[in-house]
């Protein structure tokens, strides 16, 4: 094997470091020069590689399921900078391996954006993958939701060993049946709580198409209650408490212990996947909490219908200043039809202090036709951001805002307040 | 901030709907809502009840018997796989809809259901599906999927924005006009410049996002339309539509 392309690609990932830049050069530079470095060092992993992929919830998920296995004293290789690009594992794989292109981990838990895992997928197969769910997003990129569960479906069929899937998503739990090697299990929710997590079909659709219940879930998430959770792993119902906040990464935290059983099998510590679970923190922009003049502020990502009701579903706008920020670059979507697959009823009463984003305007004219007080419009990140903490001093903020939104938003927090800067 | 807006732009006080009701009917909600079509029918819904008037949304799906007395029909876009859930169903409907096209009901139809109004849509691998009659178009499949934003000109309307996410290439026959012409973007083929169609008081485009907050001049012609013919007329008082204006002149600055 000649080293030449790894130590290239190092010296390409130190040297873009130093300038600041974007973490997928190195990863070009080493596909180019040796495209089968990234199969070589992770095929060699005692426990493989668990791929998570689907619409929404992917990172904090990813975060979990990391947590879940490290806490089981495994050492696991991730891609911690939400790139999830092949090019951006190829990169954070660079910043891992010895020279000689080997990775010293257990196994590898890799974040791919649904279009990106099927190339992964055919370089490295996976042992396991995790799929979440397909919600309308992006439909500028993928054309049709139908189009992106053929995505994930030929990520499950390059599946070697068990597919996790989601119980309740109908277009998810159909993959099963596409599967011919890997063997498929699954998370779900308890009836009582089907009607909180509406998947595509129901947002607009009136009645639900009922999910095939009587598939046999591994991980069931039973009840949420303010900060604490039930599940029922394997008929055993369990509880804990979680820093996580929202009710759609409580859901997904089923999804993660599904996928560390998975992969642990029968060396799985119940009590001790609880306690790791218990100790995640919600990853950047998943409605972490920021200090502000001593008030929290907290940051939560939208970018599609689903994760947009959610969010609003999950966090009270009682009491609380609200400014919502709208960006439509590539990464958001140009598309702002989705928009209007929210209903904002529940900002109603709370109004929302400020608009901003590119499209501030196409935001506050779906607010005004769902009678949302608004109190003020402004396009530009930096500025509306200033008046709104400004005019909110003393008071818990919130900030609903789309991707580059968010990137904008923490480097101008970042000014002011500790914040984790993600480029 | 950086354009201004009056006060009465950022709300609209709610009014009794004293004026009398407009049924309002949604085609295939269930199956074929794919692109925010819900905007399309709040709109309609909201500008209704700023000016004093009700609005009864009804919803016409897979197996409904369809609703007598409907003032205004308003049709989506759908997946390739909505749309052959409805086909038998809207082949079985298609002798009303195209009476009421005929008899002057305002409709509007977007994307999927603007091809299902046409007389064929000839699939990418030659299959011939039939449309509804009710405008003489015809789709052809393509290999390409046209996505953008779009501007087209209008001499009823003025300008029309919105955002297209299409394969099918439509082609207007003589029985048809254009809605308008494309400034930016696709439209209804990469052949011709145009973008929908217009017959009678149907109004057909590709374009979403949605269509009718940005383009209320298009929801009041829907409106009007239909008061006029309820109930004789229209009490047309001008809403404040500053916030609408300055969406189209964002959304004009954005790329394709």
């Excluded at chain 1, 599609?304 to 609003?312: T, W």
């Excluded at chain 1, 818990?396 to 002011?416: G, N």
């Excluded at chain 2, 009700?54 to 799906?61: D, K, P, R, T, V």
């Amino acid at each position: 094997m000649n080293p030449l392309p790894v130590l290239l690609g190092k010296i390409v990932r130190i040297a873009s470091r130093l300038r600041g830049g974007g973490s997928a050069l190195p990863g070009l530079v080493v596909e180019r020069l040796d495209p089968g470095f990234m199969g070589r060092a992770l095929s060699a992993l005692p426990h493989g590689v668990v791929v998570v992929s689907g619409t929404n919830g992917k990172t904090t998920t990813t975060k979990m399921v990391v947590e879940l296995l490290e806490g089981q004293g495994l050492s696991v290789f991730t891609n911690r900078t939400g790139s999830n690009f092949t090019r951006g594992v190829a990169a954070a794989l660079l910043g891992e391996v010895d020279w000689r292109g080997r990775l010293v981990a257990d196994v590898a838990v890799l974040e791919l954006d649904e279009a990106h895992a099927v190339h992964f997928v055919k370089l490295v197969p996976p042992k396991y993958s995790l799929l979440l769910n397909v919600l309308r997003d992006q439909l500028d990129r993928f054309g049709e939701i139908d189009a992106t569960t053929r995505l994930l479906e030929r990520i499950a069929t390059a599946t070697t060993g068990t597919v996790v899937l989601n119980r309740e998503d109908p277009r998810v739990a159909g993959i099963a049946s596409s599967l011919t090697q890997a063997r498929a299990v699954y998370f779900g929710l308890d009836e009582s709580l089907r009607s909180t997590f509406p998947n595509d079909d129901e947002l607009r659709g009136a009645e639900g198409t009922a999910p095939a219940a009587a598939l046999p879930a591994d991980v069931v998430l039973s009840a949420v209650e303010g900060d604490s959770a039930e599940f029922d792993i394997d008929g055993l119902r369990v509880s804990t408490g979680l820093r996580l906040r929202g009710v759609y990464n409580i859901f997904n935290a089923a999804a993660a212990l599904a996928a560390a059983r998975a992969v642990l099998g029968g060396a799985a510590d119940i009590d001790r996947l609880l306690r790791s679970l218990a100790a995640v923190e919600p990853a950047f922009g998943r409605g972490e909490s920021i200090l502000v003049d001593g008030r929290p502020l907290e940051l939560v990502l939208v970018k599609n219908p689903s994760g947009f009701r959610l969010g609003l579903k999950s966090f009270d706008p009682a009491g609380h200043a609200t400014m919502i920020a709208i960006n439509d670059n590539y990464a958001d979507g140009r598309d702002m039809s989705w928009l209007w697959d929210v209903d904002f009823d529940s900002l109603g009463a709370a109004g929302v202090d400020m608009v901003s984003g590119a499209r501030a305007y196409d935001m506050a004219l779906r607010l005004k036709y769902d009678a949302v007080r608004i109190g003020g419009v402004e396009p530009d990140i930096t500025a509306a951001l200033k008046a709104f903490i400004t005019g909110s001093a003393g008071q818990p903020r919130r900030i609903f805002c789309t991707y580059t939104a968010m990137l904008a938003v923490r480097r101008e927090l970042s000014k002011i307040a500790k914040v984790e800067v993600v480029s | 901030m950086s354009d201004a807006l009056s006060a009465g732009a950022l709300s609209e006080p709610a009014a009794d709907p004293s004026k009398g009701s407009l049924r309002i009917l949604q085609l295939y909600p269930r199956d074929m809502n794919i692109y925010g079509d819900y905007g399309n029918v709040l709109v309609l819904k909201q500008r209704l009840a700023w000016r004093g008037y009700g609005a009864e949304i009804l919803e016409h799906n897979v197996g409904d018997s369809f609703p007598s007395d409907v003032d205004l029909v308003v049709g989506g876009g759908g997946q390739d796989s909505g749309q052959v859930v409805i086909q038998d169903d809207l082949q079985s409907v298609a002798p009303t809809l195209r009476g009421l096209a005929e008899d002057g009901t305002p409709m509007l139809v977007i994307c999927g259901m603007y091809q299902l109004f046409g007389t064929v849509f000839r699939t990418y691998d030659g299959i011939d599906i039939p449309g509804i009659n009710v405008l003489d178009l015809e789709t052809r499949g393509g290999s390409e999927r046209l996505i953008g934003n779009v501007v087209a000109t209008s001499t009823e309307f003025g300008e029309v924005h919105g955002y297209e996410n299409h394969s099918g290439q439509t082609f207007l026959g003589d029985g048809v006009s254009p809605l308008g012409t494309v400034l930016k973007g696709a439209g209804n083929n990469t052949e011709d410049q145009y973008e929908g169609a217009r017959y009678r008081n149907v109004v057909a485009s590709y374009l979403h996002g949605s269509l009718l907050p940005k383009n209320p001049a298009v929801a009041d012609f829907l409106l009007r339309t239909a008061a006029k013919r309820k109930f004789g007329s229209f009490d047309d008082d001008g809403l404040d539509d500053s916030l609408a204006e300055l969406a189209r002149k964002h959304a004009a600055e954005r790329p394709r």
